[in-house]
């Protein structure tokens, strides 16, 4: 079956970076593109960007312009969000999620969605 | 970018319907038929619940309606039933290329 699986919790300084990772598995990789989504403490969904595993293009949210690179690895089916200048700001789950098929109509939608990872800035 | 906007709350009684609106622009919501909406129960990853305005996933229950007028998307639940008490979002895919989330509205069953 589809599934998702992030890395673990982590606890991070102001100024520092995080990498989060997201292993997919029961699908073809390369062929489905993948959307990461934070979550701050109480609030709502933030888009952050999107990731082609097939050749490693990406789009970002301008809000995180500069601050976020996203990368994949095809040889082990992950695709990993590093985020920089952490700030206090930044503490929320985050989230990856698969972008739908082209056929289908899902193509704009996020179907699957891992269980999300924590990342907590403080000092 | 700035985020749809969702009512903050809503509330209904078991059996009852509601809608939840969706308000963005014409370069996102109002441009593309690329609106969707997902439910999220405390402490729990989001679900697709609608694709393209009005579309269900396979297994989503057709008490679950979504529909778009202009730059207003919406989403009806009708014959609610206690686990629908979630949090609910919208999305929609823009003119650059990004997506954009509403900021969530909270579903209350009386």
């Known amino acids: 079956q589809v599934q998702l699986v992030q890395s673990g919790a982590e606890v991070k300084k102001p100024g520092a970076s995080v990498k989060v990772s997201c292993k997919a598995s029961?699908?073809?990789?390369?062929?489905?593109?993948m959307h990461w989504v934070r979550q701050a403490p109480g609030q709502g969904l933030e888009w952050m960007g999107i990731?082609?595993?097939?050749?490693?293009?990406?789009t970002y949210a301008q809000i995180f312009q500069g601050r976020v690179t996203m990368t994949r690895d095809t040889s082990t089916s992950t695709v990993y969000m590093e985020l920089s200048s952490l700030r206090s700001e930044d503490t929320a789950v985050y989230y990856c999620?698969?972008?739908?098929?082209?056929?289908?109509?899902?193509?704009?939608?996020?179907?699957?969605w891992g269980p999300g990872t924590t990342v907590t800035v403080s000092s | 970018q700035s985020a749809l906007t969702q009512p903050a709350s809503v509330s209904g009684s078991p059996g009852q319907s509601i809608t939840i609106s969706c308000t963005g622009t014409?370069?996102?919501?109002?441009?593309?038929?690329?609106v969707s909406w997902y439910q999220q129960h405390p402490g729990k990853a989001p679900k697709l619940m609608i694709y393209?305005?009005?579309n269900r996933p396979s297994g989503v229950s057709n008490r679950f309606s979504g529909s778009k007028s202009g730059n207003t998307a919406s989403l009806t639940i009708s014959g609610l039933q206690a686990d629908d008490e979630a949090d609910y979002y919208c999305?929609?895919?823009?003119?650059?290329?990004?997506?954009?989330f509403g900021g969530g509205t909270k579903l209350t069953v009386l």
């Open positions: 999620a698969r972008r739908g098929s082209s056929i289908g109509g899902y193509y704009y939608v996020m179907d699957v």
């Open positions: 029961g699908y073809s990789f390369t062929s489905y593109y």
């Open positions: 990731i082609n595993p097939g050749g490693g293009s990406t």
């Open positions: 014409s370069s996102d919501v109002g441009g593309y038929n690329y």
């Open positions: 393209d305005v009005s």
């Open positions: 999305s929609s895919y823009t003119s650059s290329s990004t997506w954009v």
